[in-house]
């Protein structure tokens, strides 16, 4: 039962360097978009480049809630039936 539990452990530790890996990719692209937006002219770009680059900084900002919602509803299930098997 301890190999089983340590490699559960193992398992979960691996998982979430990947999804922090993910998250850390989608925050930095889109402190990048911010930061370029933080400093054009925004007035001088068209209408279609606008709306481009707003889409594409919403969609880096759904992907990291989506991988931090996912993340806490993985670990809350964990913790629920880790406490259930305790009782």
């Given at each position: 039962m301890a190999a089983s539990s340590l490699s559960d452990f193992t398992l979960?530790?691996?998982?979430?360097?990947?999804?922090?890996?993910?998250?850390?990719?989608?925050?930095?692209?889109?402190?990048?978009?911010?930061?370029?937006?933080?400093?054009?002219?925004?007035?001088?770009?068209?209408?279609?480049?606008?709306?481009?680059?707003?889409?594409?900084?919403?969609?880096?900002l759904k992907k990291a809630l989506q991988l931090n919602n996912e993340t806490l509803s993985f670990l809350t299930k964990l913790a629920n039936s880790n406490w259930q098997s305790c009782n």
């Open positions: 979960l530790i691996n998982q979430q360097i990947l999804t922090s890996e993910k998250l850390d990719t989608c925050l930095s692209k889109t402190e990048a978009l911010i930061t370029l937006g933080m400093n054009a002219r925004l007035q001088d770009l068209s209408e279609n480049t606008l709306y481009e680059y707003f889409w594409v900084l919403s969609d880096f």
